[in-house]
């Protein structure tokens, strides 16, 4: 069974400061994995993806994952952090053809001006 | 290119009663799933749809239904509601081949049951 962890339930940083958001994930075969963010009653929002090939991926808005096959991770990181980057993130792992993907429970992420 | 979009936005419903929400995917997608979201928690899997045919389910009973139309979108039915499923419901949209994996969300459909 797939499954992920985020053990952070809120991760405060001061505006301007690097930030890491923390993942963890579980499940048979070569991973795929996402990070996505939601904000107040909007649904989610894609920042990016690992499939394949490079550990370190970029994505929206500045922000980019490391993967780490020995550690099973695939941290959230961000080297300034704004306001406007207060949200939910949550971190979703999927493997095989199809599409289902578990999502870990969430970090909420609050940027102190 | 309209994204992923859901209807209703917001539902209310009484304990006992069905309820159909609608999805219609990404203009190209063909393949719709759908997830529970409880407050505070995470997306959790419903099922998946592609071809007119749930292909993966996840832990739901069989209260949860689905349907995918020859347009690829989808209605998700629920059965004789329960207090416990209030939740904001997403659909995800995406491509049924290749190795994308990569799904587009839509903004969900808030349910709440009295």
């Known amino acids: 069974a797939q499954s992920v962890a985020q053990p952070e339930d809120q991760v405060n940083v001061a505006e301007g400061n690097p930030l890491t958001v923390k993942c963890t994930y579980s499940?048979?075969?070569?991973?795929?994995l996402f990070w996505y963010v939601q904000y107040p009653n909007r649904g989610l929002q894609f920042l990016l993806k690992?499939?394949?090939?490079?550990?370190l991926v970029k994505g929206s808005y500045g922000f980019e994952a490391e993967f780490n096959k020995s550690q099973t991770s695939f941290h959230l990181k961000k080297p300034s952090a704004l306001v406007s980057d207060s949200a939910l993130y949550f971190c979703?792992?999927?493997?095989?053809?199809?599409?289902?993907?578990?999502f870990g429970t969430g970090t909420k992420l609050q940027v102190i001006p | 290119d309209a994204g992923v979009t859901q209807s209703p936005t917001h539902l209310i419903k009484t304990r006992g009663q069905q309820v159909t929400l609608r999805c219609s995917p990404k203009s190209g997608h063909d393949t719709v799933s759908w997830y529970q979201q409880a407050l505070g928690q995470g997306p959790q899997f419903i099922f998946q749809?592609?071809?007119?045919?749930?292909?993966q389910r996840g832990n739901f009973p069989d209260r949860f239904s689905g349907h995918q139309f020859p347009n690829y979108s989808s209605e998700l039915n629920v059965n004789a509601l329960l207090l416990g499923d209030s939740a904001l419901y997403l659909c995800a949209s995406g491509s049924g081949t290749g190795n994308n994996h990569e799904q587009y969300f839509g903004p969900g459909t808030r349910l709440t049951v009295t």
């Open positions: 979703a792992a999927g493997s095989g053809g199809y599409q289902k993907v578990t």
């Open positions: 499940v048979s075969g070569n991973p795929y």
């Open positions: 749809y592609y071809e007119e045919e749930e292909r």
């Open positions: 690992y499939i394949t090939g490079d550990n």
